[in-house]
């Protein structure tokens, strides 16, 4: 599955590393976006750039306050799904994702990965 981690960070303590850890060990094809260019993994954090392809599911880190251009961001990308991990639950949004035709799905993506739920 192409998955998308939206708020990508290279730093090992961070969920979203954690994140890309095991989507990478589960085999998925992973993508980052940050507001930080770097290197997590061997993986290209993309800043600013929203050409991503046939992207399955975002995974969100990226807190509500951050979130302002998210719908925008969406509609380029035109994912099936979008997680909302723990700590970026935004309900303002979900009625605009989902009329995009995007699933919204508040849950841990790590816990969704080692409980075989992706």
Avoid: W
């Avoid at 998308?4 to 060990?25: M, Q, V």
């Avoid at 085999?27 to 290197?39: D, Q, R, S, T």
């Avoid at 935004?90 to 992706?118: D, R, S």
């Amino acid at each position: 599955m192409r998955v998308l981690i939206f708020g990508a960070s290279n730093n090992p303590e961070r969920y979203a590393y954690k994140a890309l850890e095991l989507l990478k060990e589960k085999g998925h094809e992973v993508f980052l976006k940050g507001n930080k260019a770097g290197i997590a993994l061997g993986f290209a954090i993309q800043v600013g750039k929203n050409d991503f392809n046939h992207i399955h599911t975002v995974t969100l880190y990226v807190g509500p306050q951050n979130q302002q251009n998210l719908i925008e961001d969406l509609i380029q990308i035109k994912p099936k799904r979008i997680i909302f991990n723990p700590g970026t639950e935004n309900p303002n949004l979900y009625a605009e994702i989902e009329k995009l035709n995007i699933k919204v799905e508040e849950a841990c993506t790590l816990v969704l990965l080692h409980t075989n739920q992706f």
